[in-house]
């Protein structure tokens, strides 16, 4: 069985620009998060799809990040314009039901913002 | 706000011995709790849950302990293997269901 894939693994871009990363969640699983990583912190929830709609996003930023799951499948996070504090890892995770111990994470995006 | 804290940045412990990793959450309206293992460049990956109506939950070599006067978990691993060499993240999710919250993790060292 595939895992969840991401990409591009790695991302560096200037500050004010912008940036989108992908996920491709395991078939079938119906839920998708989206977490932040700042070094030496753990993941942050930032957005979680049941199907394609949204359960969750209180820690979201919306005035820079939005994220979309279009047909319930792949998901899509962007940020615009990014800030130097954006620097992170953005792992996207899904699972079958909503049971948080049945996540499958994928293994990140490295977004470096100079 | 940190509602999930790991104290201890970093562990070693010599291979066969027992690991002890900890861990303190502030919010009492959290009640399930879990462990994840992280190895470097990889996502984290789910290794043993416990529900608050429980005191411990055993899995293998694996045993997480919950002492909810204490706001307080921990991870035990007897024995500990260099495999186990990983970060381990204590997590939190809360009774509605969509609060979930990772600690900041503790970076183990199994010393062969």
């Known amino acids: 069985e595939a895992g969840v894939a991401q990409s591009p693994r790695y991302k560096i871009i200037e500050k004010r620009q912008s940036v989108a990363f992908w996920c491709n969640p395991i078939?079938?699983?119906?839920?998708l998060y989206w977490y932040q990583q700042i070094l030496g912190q753990g993941p942050k929830l930032l957005i979680q799809?049941?199907?394609?709609?949204?359960?969750?996003d209180s820690q979201l930023p919306k005035d820079r990040f939005s994220a979309e799951r279009l047909k319930g499948v792949d998901s899509t996070l962007k940020i615009q314009p990014a800030k130097l504090e954006d620097s992170a890892v953005y792992l996207c995770?899904?699972?079958?039901?909503?049971?948080?111990?049945?996540?499958?994470f994928g293994p990140g995006t490295r977004l470096t913002v100079l | 706000d940190q509602q999930v804290k790991q104290n201890s940045p970093s562990l070693s412990v010599q291979e066969g011995r027992i690991s002890i990793l900890n861990c303190d959450y502030t919010?009492?309206?959290?009640?399930?709790f879990l462990w994840y293992k992280k190895y470097p460049a990889e996502g984290p990956t789910f290794l043993i849950s416990?529900?608050?109506?429980?005191d411990k939950n055993e899995d293998g070599r694996f045993t997480v302990f919950l002492n909810k006067s204490a706001k307080h978990l921990s991870l035990h691993i007897v024995p500990s293997q260099p495999g186990d060499s990983a970060v381990y993240f204590c997590?939190?999710?809360?009774?509605?269901?969509?609060?979930?919250?990772f600690g900041t993790g503790t970076s183990l060292t199994v010393i062969p």
């Open positions: 995770a899904s699972s079958l039901g909503s049971s948080y111990n049945e996540q499958f």
């Open positions: 078939s079938g699983h119906a839920t």
């Open positions: 799809f049941q199907n394609n709609g949204v359960v969750d």
């Open positions: 919010n009492s309206m959290f009640d399930y």
């Open positions: 416990i529900s608050s109506i429980k």
């Open positions: 997590a939190a999710s809360g009774v509605t269901g969509n609060q979930f919250y």
